[in-house]
């Protein structure tokens, strides 16, 4: 399982923060061609995010370039020099329907025949900034075999609905939808940015309501928001233990033959099961999430 | 491709390079560099900008670079967006590069 707690935003005109890019320990690292880039800079920071991606090593973090979206003619501009340079993953901007992920997705695989990349194998992520695409929110996690999650963008989304971001509340419905479209097609929800970087309280309030809600991580617009984040993602000792428990009474039972496992006399379910391998490979102890 | 007008791209920023590229007066490529580290780095970051200059087919060419202790894909980069946009050309050729 890939963990995607923390996808962190670097302005794709701006070398100093490109080259520090993978120092700070994200999950993933977005770099961004769309808002913190100038109109007037777009093909330098086109040259700029292709030349660090086919120089740089930012392993084990996943890369992720954000495009512009396709109706604003840059997006295809983007495609055309970026998914030669091989990043996991595409994420389009403003998703308002399944159909942007599909004519993005097009022209994605037209570029990967051409280049002689294998087809496919360019992931995409949506992210979702409007209220019409928060209402198509399950269409849009269900259109593309490449979408490995989808994501929210609070500020055009309250601007949407005219509203500020506040305390949460005219977030509840997006979040809602989207980390329910998510999961239900099997793939991760990110939430949005928290902008007040100053203030790790505010921020830490956030985070523990998305995890809550179940969503995979969240986007970090500074790298100080990347440690906190990844503590709060980390279960307990105690909870590891008790999965552990549950995954040893799993493989004993399995050995056994037996189709039903017990924990201190309760039958163990397999919802049990299912949170406990999850909650193991969030741990990063996958190899002890296995049941045989 | 030809230089047919002045134009720059990169910042003064730390990290970056701001590289002018300008039509050539003389046959060639002529590269001015400032760079406090010239002296260790020089060389290396002028061969970069020829190199780049040269993949892209730019034989004549009067270029001023700034460097404020870029990376080699920093330099890479500016200078081909110079280039492009002092040769007035929007056809990266993509396929090319990769």
């Known amino acids: 399982m890939r963990l995607r707690r923390t996808m962190m935003f670097v302005p794709g005109n701006n070398p100093g923060m490109i080259k520090d890019a993978g120092i700070y320990g994200a999950d993933c690292i977005m770099f961004d061609l769309e808002d913190s880039v100038a109109i007037t800079e777009k093909d330098a920071a086109r040259f700029l995010v292709y030349s660090a991606l086919t120089t740089l090593d930012y392993s084990p973090a996943e890369i992720v370039v954000r495009i512009n979206d396709l109706s604003s003619g840059l997006g295809v501009q983007d495609l055309e020099a970026i998914v030669r340079a091989r990043p996991h993953v595409i994420r389009l901007p403003k998703t308002e329907t399944a159909q942007d992920v599909i004519d993005c997705e097009k022209e994605i695989e037209r570029i990967e025949k051409e280049a002689g990349i294998p087809v496919g194998s360019t992931g995409m992520m949506a992210a979702i900034e409007g209220a019409e695409g928060v209402l198509n929110a399950a269409e849009i996690a269900k259109s593309s075999k490449r979408l490995i999650g989808i994501a929210l963008g609070a500020e055009d989304y309250v601007t949407d609905l005219k509203t500020t971001r506040s305390d949460g509340t005219e977030l509840a419905f997006a979040r809602g939808m989207i980390v329910n479209a998510a999961r239900a097609a099997g793939i991760d929800a990110l939430d949005t940015v928290y902008s007040d970087v100053s203030n790790e309280e505010g921020f830490l309030a956030e985070a523990t309501i998305i995890k809550k809600m179940g969503f995979s991580g969240k986007s970090v617009i500074n790298p100080r928001q990347i440690d906190p984040l990844h503590r709060l993602f980390k279960p307990s000792d105690k909870d590891i233990e008790k999965a552990r428990a549950i995954m040893e009474a799993i493989r004993d039972a399995n050995a056994r033959g037996s189709g039903v496992a017990s924990l201190n006399g309760k039958m163990i379910d397999k919802p049990v099961v299912t949170r406990a391998k999850y909650l193991l490979e969030l741990a990063g102890l996958e190899e002890e999430a296995e049941e045989e | ?98």
């Open chain 2, 1 to 98: 491709m030809k230089i047919v007008k002045p134009a720059s791209a990169g910042t003064l920023e730390s990290s970056d390079i701001q590289i002018r590229v300008e039509p050539a007066e003389q046959p060639g490529i002529e590269v001015h560099l400032t760079s406090s580290v010239k002296q260790q780095f020089g060389k290396k970051i002028i061969q970069v900008i020829r190199d780049t200059l040269e993949e892209i087919g730019v034989t004549d060419a009067y270029v001023e670079a700034v460097d404020k202790g870029a990376l080699d894909c920093a330099v890479r980069a500016r200078t081909a967006a110079a280039a492009f946009r002092a040769a007035d050309n929007t056809d990266y050729e993509w396929r090319v590069r990769s």
